[in-house]
């Protein structure tokens, strides 16, 4: 099983503020990587797919970069609406995917 | 717009069977594959299993195989989890989510509002 650490658990950032969310694989997962934005009482929304590439409908200050093991996922300048928890998920382990423990990124 | 409705989560003893539903709604069912995901409470996202486009294959994730049974009803738009042998670490939110191609790619780009399973005497 890929196991993905996501650093840190919490970011307390005010808005207007970069955001800069990691997650780590145990292994390789080469570009197979996906982000995730989840608020209170609500679904979970994918954000970015395959490293880099926005979903439909994501604003242009979510980006995402990395490759292998280590991946980033940049918040340019955070909006009130932005602040949630947010996951990453491997799909390099097909089918076995696996989801990160969540960043929580709060109004400081 | 792509619309999924989970229901059939409830409270249900130990040992018992639930059986799941998504009501998929504005998109063509028969193209994609779909998937299961659960969020225990205050936890992390969980993946349980998948099905392809055609019902054909199916994959589980080891916490539920041998329990859990994923469907599919194309004629009824409609995605199934069956649940037997239900446990306390069942208990969770669970949601379907629609995957971006039809064989199961793992990449999950719309999701349904979820349904709450509770597991306990």
């Known amino acids: 099983e890929i196991v993905l650490t996501q650093s840190p658990a919490t970011l307390s950032l005010s808005p207007g503020e970069r955001a800069t969310l990691s997650c780590r694989a145990s292994?390789?997962?080469?570009?197979?990587l996906a982000w995730y934005q989840q608020k209170p009482g609500q679904a979970p929304r994918l954000l970015i797919y395959?490293?880099?590439n926005r979903a439909t409908g994501i604003p242009a200050r979510f980006s995402g970069s990395g490759s292998g093991t280590d991946f980033t996922l940049t918040i340019s300048s955070l909006e009130p609406e932005d602040f949630a928890v947010y996951y990453c998920q491997q799909r390099s382990n097909w089918p076995l995917f696996t989801f990160g423990p969540g960043t929580k990124v709060d109004i400081k | 717009q792509v619309q999924l409705v989970e229901s059939g989560g409830g409270v249900v003893q130990p040992g018992r069977s639930l059986r799941l539903s998504c009501a998929a709604s504005?998109?063509?069912?028969?193209?994609?594959?779909m998937h299961w995901v659960r969020q225990a409470p205050g936890k992390g996202l969980e993946w349980l299993a998948l099905?392809?486009?055609?019902?054909?294959?199916?994959y589980y994730a080891d916490s539920v195989k041998g329990r859990f049974t994923i469907s599919r009803d194309t004629s009824k738009n409609t995605l199934y989890l069956q649940m037997d042998s239900l446990r306390a670490e069942d208990t969770a939110v669970y949601y379907c989510?629609?995957?971006?191609?039809?064989?199961?790619?793992?990449?999950?780009?719309?999701w349904g509002q979820g349904t709450l399973v509770t597991v306990s005497s």
């Open positions: 395959d490293t880099s």
């Open positions: 989510a629609r995957d971006l191609d039809a064989a199961g790619s793992g990449r999950f780009d719309y």
């Open positions: 099905i392809s486009y055609d019902g054909v294959n199916k």
């Open positions: 504005g998109f063509t069912f028969s193209h994609f594959a």
């Open positions: 292994q390789s997962v080469s570009s197979y």
